[in-house]
């Protein structure tokens, strides 16, 4: 079964690895073990979109959420300059699963329950992947990843979505800067749900908003927090939101 949300872009040349090296979030050189999960951000340190990376011989494929293919190719384009690299979209197929993974196929880098990707036509599972995220406090492109997103609040150093000693990238030194100098004080958390809401109901504490609900699956959800405000027992609508640090 093929994931329709998904968009493959084949980077190639003799300096594809080295020019995405410069830009995302990750280090290109984990693709000598599998699939590397990172980020492209702003200068600004914010998220643009995520994506997998994945080595196909002396190319890289790029596994996007489909909606942000586009404008990410158009984003690396505009980095490109006179890179000897070429960047086009293919009708690879994503298919994804759990369990064991097929030949051919990469574990997913994320966490160990989100199984594994494949991109040679491998057939998928049928498996409740919203509920595997909430378990697992992973966000996803377009629900809890924004354009107001920082990544480290939302766990991307847990999920093996960046790496601290690689180098510059684009929006490295705000980044490092909240790893290092800042303590969090907001950011994605895995709550139990007593009920539903729609996603992105607001939370609320007492009488303060303390954060925003999303993805719902199993009786727990994600959940954006400021974490000064949030409390054992919470409100999102007619949900019962409980979160205990």
């Known amino acids: 079964m093929a994931d329709d949300n998904r968009k493959v872009l084949r980077v190639s040349g003799t300096g594809a690895r080295d020019f995405l090296q410069g830009l995302v979030t990750n280090d290109v050189a984990g693709l000598d073990h599998g699939a590397v999960y990172t980020a492209l951000l ?8 995520d994506f997998f990376l994945v080595p196909d011989g002396n190319d890289v494929l790029v596994d996007a959420d489909a909606g942000q293919a586009a404008a990410l190719k158009q984003r690396l384009m505009m980095y490109k300059l006179r890179s000897p690299i070429q960047i086009e979209e293919t009708e690879i ?27 040679a036509g491998q057939p ?43 180098g510059c990238y684009v929006g490295q030194e705000v980044t490092a800067r909240m790893k290092h100098k800042t303590e969090l004080r907001k950011g994605l958390a895995r709550v139990a749900v007593e009920g539903t809401a729609p996603v992105g109901t607001e939370i609320l504490s007492g ?36 979160w205990r640090g």
Not at 42 to 49: H, R
Not at 127 to 145: K, S, T
Request: glycine share 14%; charged share 25%; with cysteine.
């Open 207 to 242: 009488e303060k908003i303390a954060g925003t609900l999303f993805t719902q699956g199993g009786g727990f959800g994600l959940a954006y927090l400021r974490f000064d405000r949030a409390g054992e027992d919470m409100l999102a609508g007619e949900a019962k939101v409980h």
């Open 42 to 49: 702003t200068p600004q340190g914010k998220y643009l979109a």
């Open 124 to 166: 998928g599972d049928a498996a409740d992947w919203d509920a595997l995220r909430v378990a697992a406090c992973v966000p996803q492109a377009g629900v809890e990843l924004t354009p107001d997103t920082f990544i480290l609040e939302v766990g991307f150093e847990r999920l093996n979505g960046v790496d601290f000693r690689k």
């Open 93 to 119: 197929a994503v298919s994804r699963g759990v369990g064991d993974a097929p030949e051919g196929a990469f574990a997913d880098p994320r966490h160990p329950s989100l199984g594994w990707r494949g991109y």
